[in-house]
Nanobody
């Protein structure tokens, strides 16, 4: 069984920073892309940042220059460093991993349950 668990959310003032972590654990053969999405109240879920197994990254235009995604392949963990946070960054942040679990026929997406980030004074 595979688990995706996010941590690091919370309440922060505008201009502040937070670091999110997401770990994939369980019977895993290989982890490919890992990504962060977010969903604000009443809006659709949107991609924030993605990082490939080789390290190439892409970001949503709204977070470029403020957010940095990174990963630790040894521990199947992805991070999201968020700086200069603004109220419009308030959302539930979800992690996903495209991975191949042991005893399965190929890779698929696994999602975490999300962590709340609230930016408010």
């Amino acid at each position: 069984q595979v688990q995706i668990v996010e941590s690091g959310g919370g309440l922060v003032q505008p201009g502040g920073s937070l670091r999110l972590s997401c770990a994939a654990s369980g019977k895993i053969y290989e982890v490919y892309d890992m990504a962060w999405y977010r969903q604000a109240s009443g809006k659709q879920r949107e991609l924030v940042a993605r990082i490939a197994i080789g390290g190439s990254v892409n970001y949503a235009d709204s977070v470029k220059g403020r957010f940095t995604i990174s990963r630790d392949n040894t521990n199947n963990t992805v991070f999201l460093q968020m700086n200069s946070l603004q109220p419009e960054d308030t959302a539930v942040y979800y992690c996903n991993a495209d991975l191949w679990a042991l005893y399965t026929t190929g890779d698929r997406l696994y999602w975490g349950r999300g962590t709340q980030v609230t930016v408010s004074s």
